[in-house]
């Protein structure tokens, strides 16, 4: 967006037009933040905030001066320069991003064996256990609970209980596209709960 106001200064003929650009304008010239401050310094005007009225005031820069400053040799260097840091940055990133996605796609995911009643009095336990401790709910769980709800908490004490989801969550904590990572392997998990148990409702939500 170019931003035009009449110069403080009169010319013989007629007031000058000037035109400014805001940061926001220049980032989609190819400039960064850095860029800005080494090159552009502080903003020629500032004026109020026409998005955000509350907001900080807009940081104006004369186009007329940053023309000059990108026809700069300087510049044009340091563009290239972090041009190629951002591509190289953005490659390593989606590298550990597939790093991350290639460890949960290889991960042994083990489903313990037991029989449906077992299963169905361990799931009510440990769920009226957790919101005894963690919640305000006061009904309980038992074998004669809603269906969907017991194969819901089923499923959900298998996963966090029974297998090693935690364990593979805590060590992909913070890596590089865990929040993929993390549906891809709570996917994968679910999948061999229902492959084991299929009297469990998978549509339970």
């Known amino acids: 967006m170019i931003h ?16 400014y650009i805001t940061a926001s304008d ?19 005007k500032l004026e109020k905030n026409i998005v955000y ?14 023309r000059k400053i990108e026809k700069t040799k300087k510049f044009k260097e340091a563009k290239e320069k972090a041009k190629r840091y951002k591509e190289s940055a953005i490659k390593s990133a989606e590298t550990k991003r597939q790093r991350t996605l290639d460890y949960v796609n290889s991960v042994h995911i083990k489903v313990p064996t037991m029989d449906k009643e077992s299963l169905i009095e361990l ?12 919640s305000k709910i006061k009904e309980k769980a ?9 194969s819901r908490i089923c499923v959900n004490y ?3 209980e029974c297998t090693r989801y935690e364990k593979e969550l805590d060590k992909i904590f913070g890596a590089v596209g865990v929040q993929e990572a993390h549906d891809i392997l ?20």
């Open 186 to 205: 709570k996917e994968r998990v679910n999948n061999a709960i229902f492959e084991k148990y299929d009297w469990l409702i998978r549509d339970y939500h």
């Open 123 to 134: 799931a009510c336990a440990s769920y009226n256990e957790w919101h005894d401790r963690f």
């Open 4 to 19: 035009t106001c009449r110069s403080a200064l009169k010319t013989n003929k007629r007031d000058r037009k000037e035109e």
């Open 142 to 150: 038992s074998p004669d609970s809603d269906e969907k709800f017991i």
């Open 26 to 44: 220049l980032k989609k010239r190819g400039w960064t933040s850095r860029l800005i401050g080494i090159f552009a310094g502080e903003p020629d």
């Open 158 to 160: 298998l996963r966090h």
């Open 53 to 66: 009225r509350s907001g900080p005031k807009m940081k104006l820069y004369l186009l007329k001066r940053i």
